[in-house]
């Protein structure tokens, strides 16, 4: 629909131009004086006395043509950051240059640009924002170039100068340069974006503020790294991959805060972006592992369809090995001062183990994770890495519970990845009553405990945590370095308590012989009318004879020395007793 606007003067148009949509009714003359274009329209048209052009190609529009239009009737047009842009775009479109008019709109709008633009961050930002909406002319006359070149420039001097006042008057730092002028980069498109940072950082912008910088812009382009699952094919899923694209880009080769590479990550694999934009951010992750918590490497995986697992536990074992081939590059280095083996690494390490357990404790709830999935990740650490398989064991525990139909040689391979003899005094009471480990699994806790409890009573405090004379770590109490050992006391206090335990175990299985034997007499005397030589007769006798034997092992007093012995073998005979 064409709209109509009024003339900007009483004399009658003698000329109607036609702007998109818009006709503008105006006079020959004046938009002939400024106007190069229009002059060589009007004199290479056919009809000498021609009443209408056209104008379609002008940046700006109808808005940009009217105000160029009443700066060539000698209206006083004011320039501002809104409209400078467009007008600058539309002069050089129209050729309202110096050859045509003295003070020509060309000319003015450089004037304002030089002036008023160039030389202010904030403005430069401002103006190079609306020109994007005058592609390609903004390019074509260089402005674009010269907007970010100037931001670029600028930035780096207000850098330089903000260090040489602190230093002049003694000053901590407590303002960064992107605290003002960066937080001002979100309103540009990604491009141009790109363009700013890359001219930044060439010019010599500290990468402190390049990353504070890249934090603010992945925030608010990403909505706060909310996980949109679209269509990969979706505009919006095609915008985030290039956003995160981007930034993985610009982020420079230093250590930045784990919380960003952990939000790029997860929308890189929710909208499927290039796997050298994934592999970076991994390793970017891997070689600070130990800053990590759970939730930052839980990184989704990029399907919809309810029959998959929740989480890429691939990318969790690409972040693992980077972080260990890091481990082992120290560990080849001759002149690293902080060896694997020294507190420092050491200490890394187990809070890598237990972020690793924490991450297996999460993905061990999905019922659609596959076991050897759960065993690969959980054999990736070595075995230097855990002082106590406790975290190991949970997340095993929670995938027998969550997947009970698995087959029982992959419940029995998961249970292989935990080492038992790293349980902790606690672990292990409960996995020997643990209904859903496979049985080689409880008699080795029974084996290993026993031994446990042996070296204690024999003074050997050191192997008393984990019952190996060869294991090259001292005794922990906790999770964690740092524990102390435990007192003989304690010991001593332990084994009172398994002996009261143990009474309580042999009362328990007086009072069921004694249910037994009244069941036996009775039983007895039904099968012996009916066949006296039946079978099930002699096993039920032979296993009554077992619980005698045990019946008359209540009247054994515990000693200290062997209690450990005493009461893992009646657990084992209670154990048995109970089945059968």
């Not at 002996?499 to 249910?515: G, H, I």
């Amino acid at each position: 629909m064409k709209t109509s606007c009024r003339p900007l003067s009483d004399v009658s148009s003698d000329l109607t131009v036609e702007v998109g949509t818009t006709n503008f009714s105006l006079h020959k003359f004046p938009l002939a004086s400024r106007s190069g274009k229009i002059r060589k329209l009007l004199s290479e048209a056919r009809d000498s006395k021609v009443t209408k052009i056209v104008l379609d190609a002008i940046p700006g529009g109808p808005e940009a043509f009217e105000l160029t239009a009443k700066f060539c009737y000698g209206v006083n047009v004011e320039l501002t950051l809104s409209n400078v842009a467009m007008l600058r775009c539309a002069s050089h479109h129209l050729e309202m240059t110096e050859d045509f008019s003295e003070k020509n709109l060309d000319h003015r709008t450089e004037v304002f640009i030089n002036d008023q633009v160039i030389p202010n961050i904030p403005n430069s930002i401002s103006v190079l924002h609306r020109c994007e909406a005058l592609l390609p002319e903004a390019e074509d006359i260089g402005l674009v170039d010269r907007l970010v070149s100037a931001i670029a420039s600028n930035a780096c001097k207000e850098q330089l100068t903000s260090s040489l006042s602190r230093l002049e008057h003694n000053r901590a730092p407590t303002e960064t340069t992107s605290d003002w002028w960066g937080k001002s980069l979100p309103i540009l498109c990604l491009e141009f974006f790109r363009r700013v940072m890359s001219a930044a950082k060439s010019k010599g912008l500290k990468q402190e503020t390049t990353i504070n910088i890249l934090i603010d812009y992945a925030h608010k382009s990403l909505e706060g790294f909310v996980i949109v699952r679209d269509d990969v094919d979706s505009e919006s899923s095609k915008k985030r991959r290039l956003v995160v694209e981007t930034i993985v880009g610009l982020l420079p080769n230093r250590p930045v805060p784990i919380v960003l590479l952990s939000g790029l990550l997860k929308i890189a694999a929710t909208s499927s972006a290039s796997m050298a934009c994934r592999a970076d951010l991994e390793r970017r992750i891997g070689l600070q592992l130990d800053q990590a918590i759970v939730e930052d490497v839980l990184v989704p995986a990029n399907h919809n369809a309810s029959n998959h697992p929740l989480y890429d536990t691939d990318s969790m074992s690409r972040i693992l090995s980077a972080y260990l081939n890091l481990d082992e590059e120290v560990d080849e280095s001759d002149d690293y001062d902080d060896s694997p083996r020294s507190p420092k690494l050491k200490n890394l390490i187990f809070k890598v183990s237990k972020l690793l357990d924490g991450y297996l404790s999460e993905i061990a709830q999905d019922l659609n994770l596959a076991p050897s999935k759960f065993v690969a990740l959980a054999e990736l650490l070595p075995d230097h890495a855990r002082v106590v398989t406790d975290g190991l064991y949970r997340a095993v525990d929670i995938f027998l519970k969550v997947h009970p139909n698995i087959k029982e040689s992959e419940r029995y391979r998961l249970c292989k990845t935990i080492d038992c003899q790293k349980l902790s005094q606690e672990a292990c009471t409960h996995a020997a009553q643990n209904e859903r480990l496979p049985v080689q699994m409880a008699v080795q806790v029974l084996y290993f405990e026993q031994i446990r409890l042996r070296n204690a009573m024999n003074g050997g405090n050191e192997q008393f945590f984990f019952g190996s004379s060869n294991f090259p770590y001292p005794q922990r109490s906790g999770s964690g370095p740092g524990s102390g050992t435990i007192s003989p006391r304690d010991n001593y206090a332990s084994v009172r308590r398994e002996n009261r335990e143990l009474k309580l175990e042999v009362a328990r299985m007086r009072m069921r012989l004694t249910d037994l034997e009244k069941d036996h007499v009775t039983m007895k005397q039904e099968l012996v009318k009916s066949n006296p030589a039946n079978r099930m007769l002699r096993s039920f006798t032979r296993k009554l004879g077992k619980l005698g034997f045990l019946f008359r092992m209540r009247e054994v007093k515990p000693r200290v020395s062997g209690v450990g012995l005493e009461n893992r073998f009646l657990f084992q005979r209670r154990r048995r007793h109970s089945i059968s």
